[in-house]
């Protein structure tokens, strides 16, 4: 069970279901892979409104880790269930949601089509 007091979410896919928490450590990471210099150039970053399959592979992979799940982006990537890659963007947003809180002006939402 998820701590949401700890920014802890839960994705489920299918029978399977994982922790997501953007730990200060796993924020570290994003700060390095995004190139950023701090943690608000990286909600700035976020704040677009937008975000690409490799951000929502990447962002996933650290919230795995920061839930104790030691997954590879490779093997993050892989992932799939009953209900396509929903449930795996929305899994990012509700880990950037938590890390940042749901008050930012423009929070990032799923682009379709």
Known sequence: ???RRRGERE???????????????????LEATFGVDDLASLAERFNTGRLAAQDVITILTCAMRGGGHEMSEAEVAALHGPDGVS???????AALEA??????PNPPQAQTG
């Open 1 to 3: 069970m998820v701590n």
């Open 87 to 93: 449930p795996l963007v929305e899994g990012a947003l």
């Open 99 to 104: 890390a940042f809180g749901v008050d930012a």
């Open 11 to 29: 994705l489920v896919l299918g029978e399977r279901r994982f922790r997501l928490c953007l730990t200060l450590g796993a924020l570290a990471e």
